[in-house]
């Protein structure tokens, strides 16, 4: 599985974004797939996780009720809806797919096999 992030940008505190990953590779329907992010001299860490049938959810506390994730396996898309945003959700934005047919969500990095490149995210105060 390949993915590539996008979506990224420069915001205010308050506004929305939506990051997609699209990816390529047959197995993408069978894959448990994440967001996680990386602001700079932290290390990396989880925001949401969905399901390879998207029928499954997860998400870090610090985000729930503000972010959604959603996936479209017809168009081998996923989705973070990212709404009410915080200065503090400054970071690096990498999505993730699981190895491993049809293994469950997961909220470590360790878990995921595969990587996209990071969209970076921006809000200002």
């Known amino acids: 599985v390949q993915l590539q992030a996008s979506g990224g940008g420069l915001v205010q505190a308050g506004d929305s974004l939506r990051l997609s990953c699209a990816a390529s590779?047959?197995?993408?329907?069978?894959?448990?797939m994440g967001w996680f992010r990386q602001a700079p001299g932290k290390e990396r860490e989880f925001v949401a996780t969905?399901?390879?049938?998207?029928?499954?959810?997860s998400y870090a506390d610090s985000v729930k009720g503000r972010f959604t994730i959603s996936r479209d396996n017809a168009k081998n898309m996923v989705y973070l809806q990212m709404n009410s945003l915080k200065p503090w959700d400054t970071a690096f934005y990498y999505c993730?797919?699981?190895?491993?047919?049809?293994?469950?969500?997961?909220?470590?990095?360790?878990?995921?096999?595969?990587w996209g490149q990071g969209t970076l995210v921006t809000v200002s105060s």
């Open positions: 590779g047959r197995t993408f329907s069978d894959s448990a």
């Open positions: 969905i399901s390879w049938s998207g029928s499954y959810t």
């Open positions: 993730a797919a699981r190895g491993g047919y049809r293994a469950v969500a997961g909220t470590t990095p360790k878990m995921y096999t595969y």
